[in-house]
């Protein structure tokens, strides 16, 4: 298969051959590549671990300093505070993971149900998985704080996908469908109700059916790997369906989205039943046309303190899925 290393492809292939400790040209390439993106990975998490702790240094002398400039009395009302505020918060906290666990427990029986197929490691570059597992973890912590949470379920959950997944803090707690097998194996007796979403189909969804399970390709790849998942799910015999996008929207680009902006966009039709309201809070500004931008900027102030809600959110959706 294309992009893949040669090996094993016959005596044609061994010219491009050049070894070196038994590796392959192209395979000492592809290692190179992966060790330049684990060192950069590395020190950025470094990086940021040591901003974290100056972070938390200053925050803790700007503390002291406050504590030594006022009187003994001051002081104890000072810390007596703080701690109750620390207590608060905590408890607050603790009510949201209930009420999640509680909404998400309920999706599990009722919700949704939302594929994302994750069979397609073999086809990414070490960076476009890291980039896909981000996206899942978005849309864990986007689908968590919904009012109605769809049922979430990650098939073909192996190989380098799952030990990337597993990797992440707070996975083993997350309320969510872990499949190894794929969805023909998992959801085998509902194979007439599986609809693969790609923007390749012919048929347009009109309606979420409660009874249908979608499924989205989980794959980041540039559109390298163009109409893969249509020939999957022809070859597969299932149906198919692209999002109405071009019922309610002028494209710059092509309608293919991202993982996490489909899974957000059949989240907010879940709740709002209204796709051009979905397309618009969720497609990025520099996806659509101008005529559209412009329909959607006629609040401009609205639009761009959305904007940095959403911004917020992502960064915000990013810190809380590592919680249930
Ligand atoms: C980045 S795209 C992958 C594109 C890939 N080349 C393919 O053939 O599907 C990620 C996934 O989002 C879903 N998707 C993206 N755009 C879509 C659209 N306009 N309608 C329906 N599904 C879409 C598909 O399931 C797709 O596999």
């Known amino acids: 298969m294309e992009g893949r290393d040669n090996e094993g492809k016959g005596p044609e292939a061994e010219e491009g051959r050049n070894y070196c400790g038994g590796l392959s040209k192209s395979a000492q390439k592809k290692l190179l590549k992966q060790q330049k993106w684990e060192a950069k990975k590395a020190e950025k998490k470094a ?35 703080r701690k109750s505020l620390r207590k608060e918060r905590m408890e607050q906290r603790s009510e949201e993971r209930e009420r999640n666990t509680e909404r998400l427990s309920r999706a599990k029986e009722c919700g949704q149900k939302i594929v994302i197929d994750l069979e397609f490691s073999h086809l990414m570059t070490p ?41 992440l803090p707070g996975f083993d707690n997350w309320i969510i469908e872990k499949e ?40 980041v790849d540039r559109n390298r790997w163009k109409g893969i998942t249509m020939k999957k799910a022809e070859e597969q015999g299932i149906q198919t369906a692209k999002l109405p996008i071009a019922n309610y929207l002028n ?74």
């Open 251 to 324: 494209m710059s680009s092509s309608q293919v989205l991202t993982v996490n902006q489909v899974i957000e966009i059949l989240l907010k039709f879940l709740e709002t039943k209204n796709w051009k309201d979905s397309f618009f809070q969720v497609i990025p500004q520099r996806k659509r046309c101008q005529a559209d931008s412009e329909q959607s900027q006629q609040v401009k102030g609205v639009d761009s303190e959305e904007k940095n809600d959403q911004f917020e959110s992502k960064k915000q959706c990013a810190q809380d899925s590592t919680r249930i």
């Open 47 to 81: 990086l940021e671990k040591e901003q974290k702790k100056r972070e938390g240094e200053r925050k803790r002398k700007e503390w002291e300093e406050r504590l030594a400039s006022v009187s003994e009395e001051e002081r104890g009302k000072l810390i007596e505070s």
């Open 127 to 167: 960076a476009e998985i890291n980039s896909l597992v981000q996206q899942i973890m978005y849309c864990y912590a986007v689908n968590k704080r919904c009012r109605e949470p769809g049922h979430l379920w990650l098939t073909g959950c192996k190989g380098e996908m799952g030990t990337q997944l597993k990797r």
């Open 180 to 219: 190894d097998r794929s969805y023909m194996e998992a959801l085998e007796d509902e194979k007439r109700n599986l609809v693969y979403l790609t923007a390749d189909s012919e048929n347009v969804v009109d309606d979420l059916d409660s009874s249908k399970i979608y499924i989205v390709g989980g794959l």
